[in-house]
């Protein structure tokens, strides 16, 4: 990452990416407010910054250590699913898809922006307007608060596509998908030899490239394997990431214990 994509990260998104990334999800502020000024930003406003996420209801304080709470419990389970894949990755796959047909009817422009960020959440993807769906192998209990919106406003079927790989390859882009996945693993290995090297520098773009392949694993379709491109690398880069994650929380906690020592 370079200094000036670092420079853009907000106090509130380090703290966020932080921890989401961190199970269970607290950590003390002094040590966000360390590991935020790697990035160049301020005490005080890392300090403002969490006062606003506590007021926000993103946040709660107990004596000085920070907790996710509300919604984002939700993001982090979303994250941690994603990183597991969710999906039976084909072996138990019947052929069927989930079809979601949206109810004719007004709706607020709220309402309707909530009904499709559900449906994406998900997983499912819009065919035409008011038309979503996706191989059935998903767990049909995932997010039960999205399910509940999508099944207020939706009538449920089940289908059966004649050409279901080229109906996925329409729905996602499986290639521009795939090409990101490589370029994130070749990344990863990257870091993983300067972690090797003991390089404190690798901090803040270890940091942003966690960020980034968790970002990339919401966007995987999650594919039965039947319907995925040949070589698709998703569980590779599941693999990749879990050794990526292992050494980079190793030098998070080697830059913590350095934190904790300066305070005595």
Known sequence: MTAAAARSLTARSVVLSTLLGTTPPRLPGRLLVALAGEFGIAEGTTRVALSRMVDRG????????????????????????????????????????????????????ADRAELRRALVLLGLAE??????????????ARLPARQAVVDAS????????????????????LSAWAAEAHRLQREMSAIIQRIDDDDRG???????????VLRHFLADPVLPA??????????????????????YRRLLRRFFRQVRDSFG
């Open 58 to 109: 993103e946040l709660t304080n107990v004596d000085g250590t920070y907790h996710l709470t509300g919604p984002l419990l939700e993001r982090q389970d979303r994250q941690e699913r994603s990183r597991r894949s969710g999906g039976d990755g084909g072996d138990g796959w019947d052929g069927n898809w989930e079809l979601r047909v949206v109810r004719g009817g007004a709706r607020r422009a």
């Open 127 to 140: 065919l035409r307007e008011g038309a979503w769906l996706r191989p059935a192998n998903l767990d049909p």
């Open 202 to 212: 690798a901090v803040v773009p270890g940091f942003e490239l966690s960020a980034a």
């Open 226 to 247: 039947a319907l995925a491109p040949p070589g698709w690398p998703a569980e590779h880069l599941r693999t990749s990431y879990d050794a990526y994650d292992h050494a």
């Open 154 to 173: 939706t009538d449920a079927f089940t289908a059966r596509p004649a050409q279901p790989a080229s109906l996925a390859a329409r729905l996602w882009a």
